[in-house]
């Protein structure tokens, strides 16, 4: 199977089925790749394979003799946490999907019987990810940091008892017991989802947001409070953090505009982490930070990306340094690709997830414009809203104004 548009990639794939049949159509599947397949038809076999091979891609079913398919993948991510992990099923829950997915166990789902396009596709974008997050530049730049941000202990220990599935209550306390976090994640929840009010608690906040856009937003803030900042560094910390509101909140609006639908769920919180590696660069690359933004003030309509690719900073931006770190930390996909996708969505998306991350850029872009927007009165969408329903932008826009104007400091 070629694709002319996605240049060859190579890589070791395993596929883990108990079904001998079902194996050797996987391995037809990908016979013309460059790809080199493994095939195993236990979690025993599995374990042997991943323990002597180097493993990119595991695609697993999630029904096999002896062993629940997803306790598997979580027995994976332990041992082998660079292994992407992907669900291939005819018989999952569309919950328990929705959940591995959330939680970073998985980082795609394919249902049987599979669409062989489809399939190569989702493959092919995987290790596109996967490259660009593995390059030589983007090692060199972490390992120039001397001391590599690592995750925060009130985000560690939420994580861990998420895994454990405890009930909300204990959820809570843990969050609770810190009061900078607290603090500002409610902030940041009232203000990037639409109808929550300000007296939220983190409870409330669990039922009506969800476990994984709140672990999200913790990261966010547990991560920005960990940094030692100066007084310049903490405006810039600032308007990063309303960047981020703004673009979480726009991209569900802009994608119920454009398609008449609800933002799936899986990605209703991805905006609130896609600029993380500017946080990153701020505490910890400070001064590639800041000549980012001396370049900004010597050229007035370059961006921060457009600023970095003219310093010759082109696949180590803060795109990239933001998704190396999300995938590290075992992040959702959706997470990683938000992060790593907000300024150019990849050619080889599928096409539901080209919609989603389109509205995951048109969203950066709009936080961006309303930051540069004049006191005067809004007329014309910009060209990047083409196609867009004015009336509707019109509303948005004025509510994005509004609440920007209202934020109190983070």
């Avoid at 089925?17 to 790809?35: G, P």
């Avoid at 810039?236 to 119920?256: G, Q, T």
């Avoid at 919609?355 to 990047?384: G, K, Q, W």
Wanted: proline letters at 4%; one cysteine or more.
């Amino acid at each position: 199977m070629n694709d002319s548009a996605v240049e060859p990639l190579t890589g070791n794939i395993l596929f883990m089925d108990d079904e001998a049949n079902i194996l050797k159509s996987l391995q037809r599947e990908f016979v013309d790749t460059d790809y080199e397949i493994f095939l195993a038809q236990s979690a025993e076999d599995s374990m042997k394979v991943l323990g002597k091979e180097s493993i990119d891609i595991l695609v697993s079913d999630s029904k096999m003799p002896g062993i629940d398919g997803l306790e598997f993948l979580k027995l994976v991510r332990r041992q082998y946490p660079a292994t992407y992990r992907v669900i291939l099923s005819g018989s999952v829950e569309p919950h328990v999907v929705l959940k591995a997915l959330s939680s970073g166990l998985a980082s795609a789902y394919i249902p049987k019987p599979w669409e062989a396009d489809v399939f190569y596709k989702k493959i092919n974008h995987l290790f596109l990810t996967r490259r660009a997050l593995k390059n030589r530049e983007i090692f060199e730049i972490i390992n120039s940091i001397g001391d590599l941000p690592a995750l925060p202990a009130v985000y560690n220990e939420f994580a861990q008892a998420v895994e454990e599935e405890r009930p909300y209550d204990e959820l809570a306390l843990i969050i609770t017991r810190d009061v900078a976090s607290t603090t500002k994640l409610l902030h940041i929840a009232s203000s990037a989802y639409y109808n929550l009010d300000e007296n939220l608690s983190v409870k409330r906040a669990l039922t009506y947001i969800g476990i994984s856009a709140i672990k999200q937003i913790l990261l966010f803030t547990s991560l920005a409070g960990d940094i030692k900042l100066e007084s310049v560094q903490i405006e810039h910390l600032r308007n990063i953090s309303m960047h981020s509101v703004l673009v979480n909140y726009s991209m569900s609006e802009l994608y119920r505009i454009k398609f008449q639908k609800d933002l799936p769920e899986r990605y209703t919180s991805i905006g609130i982490t896609h600029d993380i590696g500017k946080i990153i660069m701020l505490g910890h690359l400070t001064n590639r930070y800041n000549a980012v933004i001396a370049y900004m003030k010597n050229h007035p309509d370059a961006d921060f990306y457009q600023s970095e690719l003219s310093l010759g900073f082109e696949g180590t931006t803060h795109a990239e340094i933001g998704a190396f770190f999300l995938d590290l930390w075992g992040l959702p996909g959706s997470s990683i690709e938000a992060c790593l996708y907000h300024h150019n969505t990849l050619k080889d998306h599928q096409k539901s997830d080209q919609d989603i991350f389109e509205a995951c850029r048109t969203a950066n872009l709009l936080s961006n414009y309303i930051v540069s927007l004049p006191d005067a009165a809004y007329e014309e969408p910009p060209p990047f809203l083409e196609g867009y329903n004015k009336d509707k932008i019109y509303n948005l826009i004025a509510h994005l104004r509004k609440k920007r104007e209202t934020q109190e400091e983070l």
